[in-house]
């Protein structure tokens, strides 16, 4: 199994809404593709985090096939979107469990 760790500091505003606004939309998006993305067992966004960062998502994925396809799926592209519209700063982290 895979866990798939990024956090991210988001900008104050964006066309798509406030900070707020954006990472709450964030976290469904992602928390919402379990079930819809083959091979995503777990998908946990995190807010308010210390030392400036605004959201984490702690996800687990069968194997590494599964986080390629995760990656390149259209729906988590959807939810990618806003993200990088709304980031400023963005650290990841994938390890074996």
């Known amino acids: 199994m895979i866990r798939h760790i990024?956090?991210?500091?988001?900008?104050?505003?964006t066309g798509d809404g406030t900070k707020a606004e954006n990472a709450a939309a964030i976290k469904?998006?992602?928390?919402?593709l379990v079930g819809k993305i083959d091979g995503?067992?777990?998908?946990?966004?995190?807010?308010g985090?210390?030392?400036g960062m605004d959201l984490c998502l702690i996800s687990e994925l069968r194997d590494e096939e599964a986080l390629a396809f995760y990656r390149d799926h259209p729906l988590h592209?959807?939810?990618?979107a806003l993200?990088?519209?709304?980031m400023t700063e963005r650290v990841a982290f994938d390890g074996r469990i």
């Open 77 to 80: 592209k959807e939810v990618q």
């Open 28 to 32: 469904a998006g992602l928390e919402g």
């Open 40 to 47: 995503l067992m777990r998908a946990e966004v995190l807010t």
């Open 6 to 13: 990024v956090m991210w500091k988001l900008k104050d505003q």
């Open 83 to 86: 993200v990088h519209r709304s």
């Open 49 to 51: 985090m210390p030392g």
